[in-house]
């Protein structure tokens, strides 16, 4: 079965770090470009982070650039999200997803809550 | 960089369409046919429904339609059952500077 499941998430505070991992399996990792895309509470979906197959390129919103971290792991299968000084704004469902040509997300993690608050 | 823009709800009874808008700029959804569609039940994840405006996934019911005119794309739901109740999404790469692909607001899509 092709699935993605994320995990890391938590509490912190602000100012703190977390780093999220997002366990692939059922496919061929290393071919796919990888994204995280968060959703607040109540809020919509709100593109955050890219890599491509082998970390040479990768690109993270404005919101988040020297704050978040996005890398991978081919060998593990595993994409994470490096989150330093962390804001009450960057709470969060913090989902990865695979990208298919085109940039559409095809498979979706469960997801991983983000709190931070003091 | 704002959101897409789509209205914030729209309803149906049973067996009717509904049409969902999804407005943008010719930086985004006028610049790319990368437009794509999310379903999302309460608690759950997304789930893409269309991708390159008008293709769907295998598996996705052909009750599900996308279509894109200038800076404007939209989603066509026919036949309407009381599962497609859910909060849909539109998304497209973007040229900002700030992003490298922006969601819409969402749409709640009530089946009355």
Redesign the interface.
Known sequence: EVQLVESGGGLVQPGGSLRLSCAASGFTFSTYWMHWVRQAPGKGLVWVSRTNTDESNTRHADSVKGRFTISRDNAKNTLYLQMNSLRAEDTAVYYCARARAGGAFDIWGQGTMVTVSS | QS?LTQPASVSGSPGQSITISCTGTSSDIGGY??V?W?Q?HPGK????MI??VSNR?SGVSNRFSGSKSGNTASLTISGLQAEDEADY?C?S?TRS??????????TKLIVL
């Open positions: 959101a046919d990368y794509s999310y999302q994840a997304p789930k893409l991708y390159e996934p999404y998304s790469y500077s700030t992003l490298e692909l922006v969601f819409g607001g969402g």
